[in-house]
């Protein structure tokens, strides 16, 4: 701050804060009127050019002159010591024609509720005082329709939108046509997600409706009462009443951002949880919505530039929306203060006071010398602690809990099939996948009308089998509904018709083109599904620092707590993700069960309330289009059509295994391969057996159904034993053909059948359930696994076919941790006005990918045998493999988990700087296997016993109080090496586990007590900071959760604890092997790509992007010629803006595949 400015703020002893009207003695405010104002200011003396003051009126409704933050900014106003303020009596400004209002040099006046704005224009007119903010740009502000006028006008980006006129007199503007997942507003399509606002900018209660395969209904918006902004509501359908702007919705992973200018070279910006992800406000200790300071970008300092002068409103306050790379405005409230920020009070009351002393000194001939400098706060640099800090967490995480997924196939010929494949764009891929409502519809007409010609001409030429177009009918009419996320078909072109003739198949092999048709249906989220992925991600906050003690710890003096968050583990998290410290990017499959799991899992991080669609909607990235997340399994590559083939072969033998057949099947020598071989010994006789019991359960079934005291009986989720007889009698038609052999690929479904009943539908009582679990899984051990390669090469082959676009991602994650400028950074200055947030530099970002089974299988066959580290040479990682070999299924909610640390006090240059680490959970708890299930090496080795929590006084904040995940140093003790296979460990705590070093001079073993100081006896040496403090092993115990919605009282599976696989990384390694893998990846999938693009003349296969961001381009700012009023000022910047230093953009990384850093 400039010398003179400093003297102009601080000579006058008191303020001088007037109430007062003119013609009436000016009287002093007392406490009732501004607290924190005393002393007695006499009766200006005009004439006196040397007390010539410039008298600042304040004319609004009382309400929000006496507000907090008006107060606040008036007191350090008063402190220039030219400058009166005059604050206009209500009962004035109501009963009192303007010619008796009081005299003033600059007026700020604004419109609020019952505010005669019609007046305070009649006012300035009259008076011609310097206006703060225009009062007839204030009728636009009230009519949003004229605001997204304006802002269209300027080129300032605002989203897609149609205004829905119901005025009589414009019927041309009325034209609304309502679907189930769209509404077309004047010829204008808008998808589900949309919003629909009222015209009025008074009016809050603002809607967005969800499409019908996220759940559907609509979150209904409304001006906050306590701690509710918003409820959702199953009510789907758009108001049929009143005017609206409908427009696009903006996911923005359930963050706004208001900006509050003050003058077009200030603007203030905070960043709020979203009223719509949740309803839920939330409150510090004091009950104030808790907001914090985010740094602008440069084009969004550019856009509150252009916003304040388009609307001609100095102090104006706009909300942004962060989208795919892209800020949008949303809406322009005007005149608005930030709250409960001394920051910003002290900058706007600078910035106010400069601007109109600028203006007025020189016609007042006040002597008063103009700040030429610019004002911005000196940035001075937080401390950084001496241990290392979390920077970046991936995890890749298997969905929940689901019903029995269902399949059937069909070669299909008929030209009615052929023209729907084309109507959808079928051909240019080869692929296609309906799954929308309309579709499935048009492929149930087609089955209903092939179906009619069949039942009147026996004769006619329909390939298609009967039975096939009956179940495909029947499926299709289940419900009397469509919805997405149950069902869909997937039509896959085949040039020469199917390679190989099904063996149910009579017809013979033909030659012509033909389409695959799969029917897929079932493989829904069940309720203890929905609560496992929730009870996960409780537990996954306990990863991040801070994460395993309570919210508080005693003797903190952070005013905020941490609301809501206090008093149980995970704090640390919460606490980082909501003062914007926390980048969260949360991706999924296009599959319903997938993105429920994800959105379910969000819920439970971010400890939010309500329904899962909102949070979906608006948390969830889809990934569908990219093949990031998905995989057609349907649709094989030629080297897992080899291994199938041979997987058949294999199994298929009448005679016990032998060698021969083991040095086959199980190549790798995997436990997991070898025990389950032992259980089977003849692979014929055990499908034998299975298809004898599948045969018994369905008998059994029909019983019951024939019992009348079943006959109402309900099973778990809704099922009736109707449903549950159709499941197993497929089963036993299709597992065993018609020329006696089995179909093995029927394996994992029996498995998937006989686990859910086990589980949930146990009441029963059915006979033989057991064995038949216990045979079907020894089977689907081998075959599962197995389908993803049996040899290492294969492994990796069909792994990279299914997985390279996320390896490629996942390197990105690492590479960007800290290079992202798109995302809500608090700002640097802000600490020094902070409220319990000590270290606003801290940044973590997290990456979430929720997939199927195949991406996990394949992420950890490349983990395992792409080549990271040598078994030989690396002792933890050779323990690592034998406890992945033991490890017989990937289950519901398996985890693979990278983190990424960062030592502040390496050379950032060296191969120190950056650490990772590598954890795996097999996911949910299978039945009756706990006692035989493999165990690791804990979770980040360490020990918790004795712990007793220490506070480093030079670290950086606690993340309870933001503390950060730190090196945990003590003496080392020697410890016995044990296998992991066989050690037991004890409920609930944390054992002696060992570390290792990747280099090839040995091995220490040490046990590492959780404490936060180091030990003086000993150095940091390389070993020693990479071990960090004990975490608590989370695991989710069985539990009856009567709140859930469960249909019954299913037990809720524990889920494994995280097993740490190696916790000596370096980023380079993994960085490189990373880079490796792609370059080998993308040369085999090139090479599949231009065999397929051969089948289709039309047909170039699009390069994978996900959200692509362009790059924005400034446009100059033109001079506006000066007036009385500011919003055409062009003088110099006086004015210190909050925004901070943009990052510097970085290139991306040359490759087949381009992500942004998202």
């Known amino acids: 701050m400039s010398k003179s400015s400093e003297q102009g703020m601080c000579n006058s002893e008191l303020p001088r804060f007037l109430i007062g009207s003119e013609g009436e003695e000016s009287r002093e405010l007392d406490e009732t009127d501004m607290r924190n104002f005393s002393g007695h200011y006499g009766e200006e003396d005009d004439e006196d050019q040397s007390e010539r003051q410039v008298v600042v009126g304040i004319c609004s409704m009382m309400k929000k002159s006496k507000s907090k933050p008006m107060t606040e900014i008036l007191e350090r106003l008063c402190k220039f010591e030219y400058i009166t303020v005059v604050i206009f009596p209500e009962e004035v400004i109501l009963n009192e024609p303007v010619e008796k209002w009081p005299l003033c040099d600059c007026l700020i006046s604004f419109h609020s509720k019952g505010f005669p704005l019609d007046k305070a224009v009649s006012y300035a007119k009259l008076r011609n005082p310097l206006l703060i903010n225009d009062l007839n740009m204030q009728y636009f502000i009230q009519d949003r329709r004229e605001v997204y006028r304006i802002l269209q006008e300027e080129g300032i980006d605002l989203p897609r939108y149609a205004v829905l006129n119901r005025d009589p007199d414009r019927p041309e503007e009325c034209n609304l046509v309502e679907s189930e997942d769209h509404v077309e507003v004047n010829g204008e399509v808008f998808h589900k997600p949309f919003v629909e606002k009222p015209v009025s900018a008074e009016d809050h209660n603002v809607y967005i409706y969800y499409p019908t395969s996220a759940g559907g209904g609509s979150q209904r918006l409304f001006r906050k009462i306590g701690s509710r902004s918003s409820v959702y509501s199953p009510e789907s359908t758009v108001r049929k009443t009143g005017s609206y702007i409908y427009e696009e919705f903006m996911p923005t992973d359930g963050t706004d951002v208001k900006v509050y200018t003050v003058g077009p070279d200030y603007a203030h910006a905070e960043a709020r949880k979203s009223p719509a992800l949740d309803g839920k406000v939330e409150r510090d200790s004091e009950g104030k919505e808790i907001r914090y300071p985010v740094m602008l970008t440069a084009m969004e300092k550019l856009v509150a530039r252009k916003v304040c002068l388009a609307f001609k409103q100095t102090v104006c306050g706009f909300d942004l929306l962060r989208a795919n790379g892209h800020s949008f405005v949303c809406d322009v409230n005007g005149f608005s203060f930030v709250k409960n920020s001394m920051k910003y009070y002290d900058d706007c009351a600078k910035v106010l006071g400069n601007m109109v ?318 025990n389950s071989m032992g259980v089977i010994v003849n692979p014929v006789s055990t499908c034998d057996r299975v298809h004898t019991l599948i045969k018994s359960l369905t008998c059994q079934i029909c019983k019951r159904l024939e019992d009348p005291k079943s006959a109402d009986l309900q099973l778990y989720h809704s099922e009736t034993l109707e449903l549950m007889l159709q499941r197993w009698s497929k089963l036993e038609r299709d597992f065993r053909m018609k020329n006696g052999r089995y179909d093995i690929s029927k394996i994992p479904d029996i498995y998937d059948c006989v686990k859910y009943d086990t589980q949930h539908n146990s009441s029963l009582g059915l006979e033989d359930t057991l064995e038949l679990f216990r045979l079907s899984r020894a089977l689907a051990d081998i075959i599962i696994p197995q389908e993803y390669g049996i040899t290492r090469a294969e492994k990796l082959d069909i792994a990279s076919a299914y997985c390279l676009p996320l390896v490629k991602k996942i390197q990105l994650d690492l590479q960007r941790t800290h290079e992202d400028e798109a995302v809500n950074k608090l700002h640097p200055l802000w600490f020094r006005y902070s409220r319990g947030v000590m270290s606003p530099g801290r940044h973590v970002r997290t990456r979430l990918y929720f997939t199927s089974e195949s991406h996990v299988h394949s992420l950890l066959n490349i983990f395992r045998y792409g080549g990271l580290l040598d078994e030989q040479k690396d002792e933890q990682w050779k323990q690592a493999m034998d406890y992945l070999s033991a490890v017989t299924e990937l289950n519901y909610m398996t985890q693979i988990v990278i983190m990424l640390y960062e030592d502040n006090n390496k050379d950032p240059s060296s191969e120190e700087r950056f650490h990772v680490e590598l954890h795996f959970s097999p996911g949910v708890k299978g039945c009756k296997d706990e006692d035989n299930a493999p165990m690791g090496f804990g979770f980040r080795p360490a020990s918790s016993e004795n712990h007793e929590k220490q506070t480093d006084p030079g670290s950086l904040e606690d993340l309870s109080q933001d503390e950060p995940d730190r090196a945990a140093l003590t003496e080392p003790v020697s410890i016995q090496r044990k296998s992991p296979l066989i050690r037991s ?174």
């Open 357 to 674: 002393m600028r203006e007025l000194a020189p016609q007042l001939h006040i002597p008063w010398s103009i700040p030429m400098e610019a004002e911005d706060i000196p940035i001075v640099p937080t401390t950084s602690g001496t241990m290392m800090e979390l920077r970046c967490v991936i995890a890749v995480i298997r969905h929940g809990d689901r019903t029995p997924k269902q399949k059937m196939k069909m070669e299909v010929r008929n030209a009615l099939f052929f023209e729907l494949f084309e109507k959808y764009g079928g051909y240019k891929s080869g692929k296609l996948k309906l799954k929308k409502p309309k579709q499935l519809q048009e492929v149930l007409d087609i089955a209903r009308q092939l179906l009619a010609e069949l039942v009147l001409h026996n004769d006619c030429e329909i390939e298609e089998k009967k039975s096939k177009l009956e179940q495909l009918k029947t499926v299709l009419e289940m419900y009397g509904h469509f919805s997405g996320i149950n069902r869909k078909v997937q039509l896959t072109y085949l040039p020469n018709g199917q390679p190989k003739a099904s063996s149910e198949e009579e017809d013979a092999l033909k030659e012509d083109p033909s389409l695959l048709l799969v029917l897929k249906w079932g493989g829904e989220l069940t309720p203890a599904g929905r609560v496992q992925a929730e009870e996960l991600g409780r537990a996954f906050r306990c990863m991040y620092p801070g994460g395993q003690d309570s919210c508080r710890s005693l003797g903190c003096e952070s005013p905020i707590d941490c609301g809501d968050y206090a008093g149980f583990p995970g704090c640390g998290l919460l606490r980082l993700h909501s003062t914007y410290r926390h980048d969260l990017k949360i991706y999924a499959s296009d599959e319903g069960r997938v993105q429920m799991t994800a959105a379910a899992f969000a819920k439970g991080l971010l400890a939010l309330e309500g329904e899962l669609t909102p949070i979906l909607v608006q948390m969830v990235k889809s990934a569908n289009m990219n093949g990031l997340l998905d995989s057609d399994s349907d649709s094989l590559t030629d080297c897992q059509q080899r291994v199938k083939a041979r997987l058949h072969e294999i199994m298929q033998k009448n005679k016990d295994f032998n060698e021969e057949d083991y040095s086959k099947l199980a190549p790798t020598s995997s436990p997991s391969l070898v």
């Open 985 to 1158: 460990r004890k409920a609930g705590s944390m054992e002696a586990l060992s570390e290792s070093n990747t280099s090839s001079r040995g091995l220490a073993y040490r046990i590492f007590p959780s404490s936060s100081r180091q030990s003086p006896e000993i150095k940091p040496s390389g070993l020693e900071l990479l071990s960090m403090p004990a975490v608590k092993r989370f695991s989710v115990s069985y539990a009856r959760h009567p709140t859930n919605g469960f249909e019954g009282c299913s037990l809720v599976p524990s889920i494994y604890p995280l097993e740490t696989l190696h916790n000596s990384l370096s980023l380079k390694q993994v960085d490189e092997f990373l880079t490796t893998l792609c370059k080998n990846g993308s040369e085999t999938q090139f090479k599949r790509l231009k065999s397929l693009s051969a089948m289709f003349e039309s047909h170039s296969q699009p390069s994978i992007d996900v959200d692509n961001q362009d790059t924005p381009v400034s446009t100059p700012v033109r001079n506006q010629p000066t007036s009385q009023s500011l919003w055409y000022v062009s003088a110099p910047p006086s004015t210190g803006s909050s925004a901070g230093p943009s990052s510097p953009s970085v290139p991306e990384p040359s490759s087949n595949f381009r992500f942004n850093s998202e």
